[in-house]
């Protein structure tokens, strides 16, 4: 079943569970099997039945009614588990970094180096970074574009790259790099770019082989994954969840909400 068929089914299995709930009293599932006999029950599943075949438009409409309450029950445990270990994610001792660290807003980032949405951030987040003094920002990578079968696997390497520049002071030069670079990403386009921010063809071969660098951003992945991130980028300033590159605003609304916050 493709996607989309499945979406419908899923639809028109909420929609008859919303018209079931309709005609049924407010009482427990218990209690309506001991009110309705079988044969009411399946009286009214062919009216159900029959209202959907004679309002099809009503499909699309509960598609994304139910796609609207599943993402806002996303994004209401995304917020919640954020804020919970904020602090822990914050203070990762092997995430590079910007800014002071005793700043009283702290802007941690997942981020692709293969996402367009993510170098369009930068346009206004490195001006963040550079201009203010009250925000520290914490990058934490998530190469979330690969797929399975990809070889070389271009996000992952990038990120394993950007780890090897961290441990030779090369970070921000690498990352700047990689955030304003123009066209397609490959393997020789990323070699170029990492060897432009310092970082010798020794050092890319290493890090290619590291073990211990590959591991670290497995473990980016899947703190990002069991937190619900499945999107890049995605800002957590002092727990609070913005996600996407729509502009500066949100960014600035939220730091100043955290300051506010105290």
């Not at 590079?96 to 987040?125: H, L």
């Not at 030069?173 to 490959?186: E, K, P, V």
């Not at 991130?229 to 913005?242: D, E, H, K, S, Y």
């Not at 996600?243 to 730091?255: K, M, S, T, V």
């Amino acid at each position: 079943m493709t996607t989309r068929l499945l979406s419908l089914a899923l639809a028109v299995i909420a929609l008859a569970t919303a018209l079931t709930a309709l005609i049924l009293p407010r009482v427990g599932s218990d209690d309506a099997s001991a009110v309705f006999s079988p044969a009411e029950r399946a009286a009214m599943d062919q009216v159900v039945e029959a209202y959907i075949l004679d309002n099809p438009d009503i499909i699309p409409r509960a598609l994304q009614r139910w796609q609207r309450q599943q993402q806002e029950r996303e994004q209401a445990d995304l917020a919640e588990k954020a804020d919970q270990v904020f602090d822990q994610l914050a203070s990762d001792p092997r995430a590079p970094t910007a800014g002071p660290e005793d700043a009283p807003v702290t802007i941690v980032e997942y981020f692709d180096y293969r996402c367009q949405y993510c170098r369009f951030a930068y346009e206004y987040t490195s001006e963040i970074m550079t201009s203010r003094d009250d925000v520290r920002y914490v990058f934490k990578l998530f190469p979330v574009l690969d797929r399975e079968g990809d070889d070389p696997a271009l996000s992952r390497r990038a990120a394993i790259y950007a780890m090897a520049a961290q441990e030779t002071g090369r970070f921000a030069a690498y990352h700047d790099a990689m955030m304003t670079r123009s066209g397609r990403l490959t393997p020789d386009r990323l070699a170029e770019l990492a060897q432009s921010a310092g970082l010798a063809p020794e050092t890319l071969a290493a890090a290619r082989q590291d073990a211990e660098l590959a591991a670290y951003v497995d473990g980016v992945m899947e703190e990002a994954r069991l937190m619900g991130i499945r999107a890049t980028p995605t800002f957590l300033i002092n727990g609070q969840v913005v996600q996407g590159a729509g502009g500066p605003e949100r960014i600035l609304d939220a730091i100043e909400r955290a300051k506010n916050a105290g």
